[in-house]
């Protein structure tokens, strides 16, 4: 039975989603409109803020990610109201929006940023767990200190961290690319990581600023009010600082990689004990290809697609994310893309009138800057929801808004391995079909620069280390300047290429 809302006369705006996007765009929304009121619902008792804020370059952003609790963010914009409660359901010919505490919210324009929840490999499987946001990193912590051996499957940022973090605990990564970091590298790049991976990893930890997640005070009185399948929002990239990632083990690194393959099956003991199956042990020797049957007892086993069983203590999902569309589907006929988002135009809107999307939760169906793509990332979360709130802003006042600058140019810096990563463009030549070519320059353990050229010109760029030389990639990028004349030189350590370009 759908709810009767009452007629929108005195319709709010309404942003869903306690994430990036969601408080970014409430916030830009409270700064634009001030007489308006705005309404922030969320499901979680904290928000994820955006401060330290700064813009490296024209389009590299760097920031932190804070939780906070939802009061902070009143506060400190006393026009935002935050209503912690999940959407049971949306009314989009009524405008309004119904909650799950039983209230119903008129909206005149609705930004939807309820992110991503994380694909699980499988469901309902208690050794299976999925990192995406703060409580689920936190059990996987409380997991991990029992574990002697874990498995990943997946190639993305979260993967890529987690390998490199755990310690004293084997680890079997299983990932159905070629090489690690498919995502955001190519084989050049993955090998220049992969050495860090089987060396020693130094004693000191780096100091990072990114995060505190500091729910645990709120938590207890949050699980009352809501079930724990709840989504939090998504993590970032240092979401491992002040988590202590060690196993049962006195070594800091023991990594197997499996790749090419995918999961075929997950036995839990006694029916890996009744398939009869033989496991294998965690390969001790890169060389040595003896296969040794597994004589522990585990209490999940994975066959792989390349036919190798193993068996571990827990399995991790880190196989990406689905748009988290389910409460507004029903009964409302979004546009969705291929990937399940709702589909956004240029100005954020939706296929329905006076609803917008941003973040995780939306798939780009505007042509995007040949060297622009959607990529699920805490930068464009960003940069949509404050984008979003501008657009909004604008057509309330009837006025229109023109493109925002950050969707010119690709632009992520995060880091992996403890090395600074920018990428830029097309940095995987993605979309280029063969019609490209690739300068790399590298030194081992110390920086890998690669240049993406097409009819001599800059598509795309991966600058791993301290490298110094993002804003010249990006003003060669923006610029589409022809490079041909320079070849190779163009990363010839000995030349300058910022005299010539800047």
């Known amino acids: 039975m759908e709810a009767a809302c009452s007629p929108p006369t005195a319709g709010k705006f309404v942003v869903v989603g306690g994430g990036i996007a969601g408080v970014t765009c409430a916030e830009q929304l409270a700064i634009h409109l001030p007489s308006e009121d705005i309404l922030l619902i969320t499901a979680s008792p904290v ?100 574990a002697k051996r874990i498995m990943i499957i997946g190639n993305g940022g979260i993967a890529l961290e987690l390998v490199y973090e755990i310690e004293g605990c084997e680890v079997i990564w299983a990932i159905k690319d070629k090489a690690i970091g498919n995502t955001f590298f190519d084989a050049g790049a993955a090998e220049f990581l992969t050495s860090k991976l089987i060396a020693e990893k130094p004693e000191a930890k780096i100091a990072q600023k990114r995060t505190r997640y500091t729910t645990e005070g709120r938590k207890k009185e949050a699980e009352t009010k809501a079930n724990a399948g709840n989504i939090g929002s998504a993590l970032g990239p240092d979401w491992h600082e002040g988590l202590d990632l060690k196993g049962t083990k006195e070594f800091s690194h023991k990594i197997h990689i499996e790749t090419m393959c995918e999961v075929k099956k997950i036995y839990l003991q006694e029916e890996f004990r009744i398939s009869k199956k033989k496991a294998l042990t965690f390969p001790r020797d890169h060389h040595n290809q003896l296969v040794i049957a597994d004589k522990e007892i585990w209490p999940v086993y994975v066959e792989l697609t390349n036919e190798k069983i193993y068996g571990c203590d827990f399995i991790v999902s880190a196989t990406g994310v689905t748009p988290n569309t389910e409460p507004f589907l029903c009964g409302n006929n979004f546009d969705v893309g291929k990937d399940g988002g709702l589909k956004v135009d240029d100005h954020m809107r939706t296929s329905l009138p006076d609803i917008y999307a941003a973040g995780d939760i939306c798939t780009v169906s505007w042509q995007p800057s040949p060297v622009w793509q959607q990529m699920r990332l805490w930068t464009q979360a960003r940069q949509m929801g404050w984008y979003a709130a501008k657009c909004m802003a604008a057509a309330s006042v009837g006025e229109s808004t023109d493109m925002d600058f950050s969707f010119e140019l690709f632009a992520h810096v995060t880091k992996f391995f403890n090395y600074k990563v920018v990428l830029l463009g097309k940095y995987n030549a993605q979309g280029l079909g063969l019609d490209h070519e690739l300068i790399l320059r590298c030194t081992k353990g110390q920086e890998y620069i690669k240049a993406v050229l097409q009819n001599g010109r800059m598509m795309g760029a991966v600058l791993i280390g301290e490298t110094d030389l993002e804003e010249t990639f990006e003003n060669l990028i923006l610029n589409q300047m022809n490079l041909s004349a320079y070849g190779e030189d163009l990363l010839d350590p000995n030349i300058d290429i910022e005299d010539y370009f800047d």
Do not use: W
Request: proline fraction near 4%; include cysteine; glycine fraction near 4%.
């Open 47 to 146: 928000i994820k803020a955006v401060t330290n804020f700064k813009l490296v370059s024209k389009v590299l952003e760097e920031f932190d990610v804070e939780e906070q609790p939802s009061t902070m963010l009143e506060n400190r914009f006393p026009n935002i109201k935050v209503i912690e409660s999940g959407v049971k359901q949306l009314n989009s010919k009524e405008h309004c929006i119904l909650t799950e505490d039983g209230n119903q919210h008129i909206y005149k324009k609705l930004c939807l940023c309820a992110g991503a929840k994380p694909k699980l490999i499988c469901e309902e499987n208690p050794y299976v767990l999925g990192i995406r946001d703060t409580d689920s990193a936190q059990e996987f912590q409380k997991q991990l200190t029992k």
